[in-house]
């Protein structure tokens, strides 16, 4: 399934959320850790998520507005399956070959 788990640190941002997430049938899981080191907050969405590959990121990390980097994410895992994770800065993939 696919399903976009954010983690929301910050109280003020948790009643958007809830609403963005509200009529998504589970699609979108706002994970409310105000207080929580964010390390540990990953660490619950990990748990909860349900999909087959796991992006994580906070509720501040805003992706660009076109979906595509998340099939170039998926080709990586796809045709590399020794692959186990995968950084992305700027939403842009980057590996070296030596």
């Not at 706002?30 to 509720?59: C, K, Q, T, W």
């Not at 507005?65 to 080709?75: M, R």
């Not at 990586?76 to 993939?93: A, K, S, T």
Request: glycine share 8%; charged share 15%.
């Amino acid at each position: 399934p696919l399903e976009l788990v954010v983690n929301v640190d910050s109280p003020a941002d948790a009643a958007a959320w809830a609403a963005q997430s509200n009529g998504t049938n589970g699609l979108v899981v706002p994970v409310i850790s105000a207080n929580v080191h964010e390390i540990r907050a990953y660490n619950r969405m990990a748990h909860i998520a349900r999909g087959d590959f796991l992006i994580l990121m906070a509720d501040d990390d805003l992706p660009p507005k076109h979906c595509g980097w998340l099939h170039h994410v998926v080709n990586v895992f796809e045709r590399w399956p020794e692959v186990g994770i995968l950084g992305i800065r700027r939403f842009q993939l980057c590996w070296s070959n030596g």
